[in-house]
Nanobody, 124 residues
């Protein structure tokens, strides 16, 4: 059973940076595609970024150029470096395993083993 634990969230001013981390246990991490999603109050969960087991990456247009997803297979972790943060980036951020890649990288239905989430709040 795969378990994911996110960390690194917090309160930051607009224009600032945060680095989220997701630690995985169970499964074969090095062969898994990993994704980050976020959910703001009253909104649906939305795709942020995905990194394949080969290292290829996808980003939502809203974060492209500001966020960077990376992975460390030796440590079973995936990170999300967030720069130039905006108030609209405020949300709970989740990592998950892309267990059904046939749905593509963007749909939550393609993912499973969601972590508990970490809150990111960006003040204006």
């Amino acid at each position: 059973q795969v378990q994911l634990v996110e960390s690194g969230g917090g309160l930051v001013q607009a224009g600032g940076s945060l680095r989220l981390s997701c630690a995985a246990s169970g499964g074969t991490f090095s062969k898994q595609n990993m994704g980050w999603f976020r959910q703001a109050p009253g909104k649906e969960r939305e795709f942020v970024a995905r990194i394949s087991w080969t290292g290829s990456t996808y980003y939502a247009d809203s974060v492209k150029g500001r966020f960077t997803i990376s992975r460390d297979n030796a440590k079973n972790t995936v990170a999300l470096q967030m720069n130039s943060l905006k108030p609209e980036d405020t949300a709970v951020y989740y990592c998950a395993v892309n267990v059904r890649p046939n749905y593509g990288p963007y749909l939550p239905r393609g993912y499973d083993y969601w972590g508990q989430g970490t809150q990111v709040t960006v003040s204006a």
